[in-house]
T-cell receptor, first 110, second 110 residues
């Protein structure tokens, strides 16, 4: 079963614009992570936010977490063509058991 | 270089044949994982192992088997009991909650 659902499923923006994608999950978590996947490749870790944190930044990435709503958002500022990829959230409903969402396909147009 | 190595990258097999996908890591991580990804979909957990000689079923373990005889290695066998084995298979290991992925193995059953 999928723990997370990303929204939107697909997003197309112009270079320089901001991209926001959301993740909702079902059960209590210890932490939530965001990953990026280029087509046909493995996933790359972007950022981890713990359940007692509300916001975290890393470069052009900003992640928020609302445990009362069981949701998180990933904001990519000043997007670039190289940001084109699929983005997934992952949660640890159980220790060591990481469950991924369905992903958001982001296309950044040059 | 430290990382996760999956082999083979592409694999073609006839229906009814068992196939084994290799996953090796030199990151000294205790936990390892196998995920399946279908086109345009998220990742679904097949099996995971927290420590050598121990592993647990994920959400879609039927038709798959694993072993964890060494810390570095977590091979996945796709058996003939798996009804729809054509997919992209991703192996990962984890440290401090962050997952590190291999580049994947694409299995096509003819």
């Amino acid at each position: 079963s999928q723990q997370g659902e990303e929204d939107p499923q697909a997003l197309s923006i112009q270079e320089g614009e901001n991209a926001t994608m959301n993740c909702s999950y079902k059960t209590s978590i210890n932490n939530l992570q965001w990953y990026r996947q280029n087509s046909g490749r493995g996933l790359v870790h972007l950022i981890l936010i713990r359940s007692n944190e509300r916001e975290k930044h890393s470069g052009r990435l900003r992640v928020t977490l609302d445990t009362s709503k069981k949701s998180s958002s990933l904001l990519i500022t000043a997007s670039r063509a190289a940001d084109t990829a699929s983005y997934f959230c992952a949660t640890d409903a159980l220790a060591y058991k990481y469950i991924f969402g369905t992903g958001t396909r982001l296309k950044v147009l040059a | 270089d430290g990382g996760i190595t999956q082999s083979p990258k592409y694999l073609f097999r006839k229906e009814g044949q068992n196939v084994t996908l290799s996953c090796e890591q030199n990151l000294n991580h205790d936990a390892m994982y196998w995920y399946r990804q279908d086109p345009g979909q998220g990742l679904r957990l097949i099996y995971y192992s927290q420590i050598v000689n121990d592993f647990q079923k994920g959400d879609i373990a039927e038709g798959y088997s694993v072993s964890r005889e060494k810390k570095e290695s977590f091979p996945l066998t796709v058996t003939s009991a798996q009804k729809n084995p054509t997919a992209f298979y991703l192996c990962a290991s984890s440290m401090a909650g962050e997952l590190f992925f291999g580049e994947g193995s694409r299995l096509t059953v003819l």
